[in-house]
């Protein structure tokens, strides 16, 4: 995999679609190689390439796996500035980060605000979250 990094990082390969960057970030965090994927997306970014909406849930996952909240926000940002915030697979990496980095209350705020359609994947979600990490926090209210 050091190659896949190496190539990406090769000042010719600066304008790969972001479909081969997503490849290459989805191997590295099945791999648990967790701060490359990292340090892959950052490259990425630098290179002037764009993640797209498939980028940010191995990012993410990335994030969890080695306990980095302010990374995850920092994706959360990108998240929000690039208009992903509505995408289903995004919420749900979104959320599982925060509730595996222990940002509870964060998760929740992810979850309120996305739309209602997605609720039924995010409460799968959050609830793996919450396991991951042994609390009982109820995620929302349920109207009476």
Same mark, same amino acid.
């Given at each position: 995999?050091?190659?896949?990094?190496?190539? !990406?990082?090769?000042?010719?390969? &600066?304008?790969?679609?972001?479909? *081969? %960057?997503?490849?290459?970030?989805?191997?590295? =965090?099945? *791999?648990?190689?967790? =701060? #490359?994927?990292?340090?892959?997306? %950052?490259?990425?970014?630098?290179?002037?390439?764009?993640?797209? &909406? +498939?980028?940010?849930?191995?990012?993410?996952?990335?994030? &969890?796996?080695? %306990?980095?909240?302010?990374?995850? $926000? *920092?994706? @959360? +940002? @990108?998240?929000?500035?690039?208009?992903?915030? &509505?995408?289903?697979? !995004?919420?749900?990496?979104?959320?599982?980060?925060?509730?595996?980095?222990?940002?509870?209350?964060?998760?929740?705020?992810?979850? #309120?605000?996305?739309? $209602?359609?997605?609720?039924? =994947?995010?409460?799968?979600? +959050?609830?793996?979250?919450?396991?991951?990490?042994?609390?009982? !926090?109820?995620? +929302?209210? !349920?109207?009476?």
């Amino acid at each position: 995999m050091t190659d896949a990094i190496s190539l !990406v990082r090769n000042s010719a390969v &600066a304008a790969v679609p972001s479909t *081969q %960057w997503n490849v290459r970030l989805r191997d590295l =965090a099945s *791999q648990s190689l967790f =701060a #490359e994927s990292i340090s892959l997306y %950052w490259s990425m970014l630098r290179s002037g390439s764009s993640p797209d &909406a +498939c980028s940010f849930p191995f990012t993410l996952k990335s994030c &969890a796996a080695l %306990w980095l909240p302010v990374s995850g $926000q *920092q994706l @959360h +940002c @990108h998240v929000i500035r690039g208009g992903f915030e &509505a995408e289903p697979f !995004v919420l749900s990496a979104l959320i599982s980060m925060y509730c595996k980095c222990g940002l509870v209350e964060d998760a929740r705020k992810v979850f #309120e605000e996305s739309p $209602q359609s997605s609720h039924n =994947a995010l409460i799968s979600e +959050c609830s793996a979250g919450f396991s991951y990490n042994a609390w009982a !926090v109820p995620l +929302c209210t !349920v109207p009476d």
